[in-house]
């Protein structure tokens, strides 16, 4: 099959490569696809940029939207996740492209729960700020689109690469908050590489899921877990912060009932992995 995927970058390089290696012909989409892993054939376009968009590979069979934002600014948001599903929904339309399945990856960021309590898809998405509110844009362009689409909305992803936390306390600059505590939702890269991958293959799956571990995990006990694991100083608890932010904790209930079997079910599965390579070949895990 021929496969998409726009905005090719940290998840979307991960998943064309185990996508290839399935037997499918990727293409990965992104301004610099210079350095793409040689089995994901590289497509210089720039989603804000509708031109660019002008000849997709022909005949695609799914179509992956996983580009992200470049900063946190509003702008930005703007164009990842409300031009680019555009540009990009409208080319695939003018190309005559009859894609069986596409799928957008947007985040739980979306909810704006600030008490800790439990959200799963039914819960309102209300978010307090304007990224939030295109994403859920984004969303809609995608559902109601003429083509079959899903949403998966990403908790905080970590993996190879992506270990700022453990950085932060090699460094002694890591804190936590306990009044009240700070939820943590995560999921390994490998999953979101997983999930997607799962959910195009289903024949009949729901509009929108939330791609999230098992155990959402406050960030005090993550952080002094990972430091007595890695032996550095410990995090330090400082004060809460004045600010309403979102704090929840996101249920995979839906995710896990469509048959998706987690690779790495919590932190620790997930970052012991990653300790466990670290230790092994002596050097950073990239
Ligand atoms: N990271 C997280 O913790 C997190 C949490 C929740 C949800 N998500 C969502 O999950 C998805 C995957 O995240 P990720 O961490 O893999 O993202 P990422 O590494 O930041 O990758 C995004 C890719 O999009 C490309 N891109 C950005 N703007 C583009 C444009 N205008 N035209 C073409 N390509 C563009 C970038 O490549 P170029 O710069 O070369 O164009 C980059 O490679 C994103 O939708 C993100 O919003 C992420």
Same mark, same amino acid.
């Given at each position: 099959?021929?496969? =998409?995927?726009? &905005?090719? $970058?940290?998840?979307?390089?991960? =998943?064309?490569?185990?996508?290839?290696?399935?037997?499918?012909?990727?293409?990965?989409?992104?301004?610099?696809?210079?350095?793409?892993?040689?089995?994901?054939? #590289?497509?210089?376009?720039?989603?804000?940029?509708?031109? %660019?968009?002008? @000849?997709?590979?022909? $005949?695609?069979?799914?179509?992956?939207?996983?580009?992200?934002?470049?900063?946190? @600014?509003?702008?930005?948001?703007?164009?990842?996740?409300?031009? $680019? #599903?555009?540009?990009?929904?409208?080319?695939?339309?003018?190309?005559?492209?009859?894609?069986?399945?596409?799928?957008?990856?947007? @985040?739980?960021?979306?909810?704006?729960?600030?008490?800790?309590?439990?959200?799963?898809?039914?819960?309102?998405?209300?978010?307090?700020?304007?990224?939030?509110?295109?994403?859920?844009?984004?969303?809609?362009?995608?559902?109601?689109?003429?083509?079959?689409? %899903?949403?998966?909305?990403?908790?905080?992803?970590?993996?190879? &690469?992506?270990?700022?936390? +453990?950085?932060?306390?090699?460094? &002694?600059?890591?804190?936590?908050?306990?009044?009240?505590?700070?939820?943590?939702?995560?999921?390994?890269?490998?999953?979101?590489?997983?999930?997607?991958?799962?959910?195009?293959?289903?024949?009949?799956?729901?509009?929108?899921? +939330?791609?999230?571990?098992?155990?959402?995990?406050?960030?005090?006990?993550?952080?002094?877990? =990972?430091?007595?694991?890695?032996?550095?100083?410990?995090?330090?608890?400082?004060?809460?912060?004045?600010?309403?932010?979102?704090?929840?904790?996101?249920?995979?209930?839906?995710?896990?009932?469509? $048959?998706?079997?987690?690779?790495?079910?919590?932190?620790?599965?997930?970052?012991?992995?990653?300790?466990?390579?670290?230790?092994?070949?002596?050097?950073?895990?990239?």
């Amino acid at each position: 099959m021929n496969i =998409l995927i726009a &905005g090719c $970058g940290y998840v979307g390089t991960a =998943l064309g490569v185990r996508l290839a290696a399935d037997g499918h012909s990727v293409w990965g989409l992104r301004r610099r696809p210079a350095g793409l892993p040689d089995t994901v054939q #590289p497509l210089a376009a720039d989603l804000a940029d509708a031109e %660019t968009l002008r @000849s997709l590979p022909p $005949g695609l069979g799914v179509v992956y939207y996983t580009a992200g934002a470049a900063d946190s @600014s509003e702008a930005a948001y703007r164009t990842a996740y409300l031009d $680019g #599903p555009r540009h990009l929904l409208e080319a695939l339309q003018q190309q005559g492209q009859r894609p069986r399945r596409v799928v957008f990856t947007s @985040s739980t960021g979306v909810y704006a729960q600030y008490r800790g309590e439990w959200v799963d898809e039914d819960a309102p998405a209300e978010p307090l700020h304007a990224g939030g509110r295109h994403l859920m844009a984004g969303e809609r362009l995608f559902l109601e689109s003429e083509f079959a689409a %899903t949403v998966l909305r990403l908790a905080g992803i970590y993996g190879p &690469g992506r270990t700022r936390l +453990i950085e932060n306390l090699r460094q &002694g600059n890591a804190t936590y908050q306990d009044s009240p505590p700070v939820y943590l939702n995560l999921i390994h890269r490998d999953d979101c590489v997983g999930a997607l991958r799962h959910l195009a293959a289903l024949a009949r799956p729901a509009s929108l899921y +939330i791609g999230v571990d098992y155990r959402p995990v406050e960030r005090g006990t993550l952080l002094r877990w =990972l430091s007595g694991v890695l032996d550095t100083p410990p995090p330090r608890l400082v004060a809460a912060s004045t600010n309403r932010r979102s704090n929840k904790r996101c249920r995979n209930a839906r995710l896990v009932a469509s $048959g998706y079997p987690f690779q790495y079910p919590t932190f620790q599965h997930g970052y012991g992995a990653i300790i466990d390579a670290l230790t092994k070949e002596k050097k950073p895990y990239v």
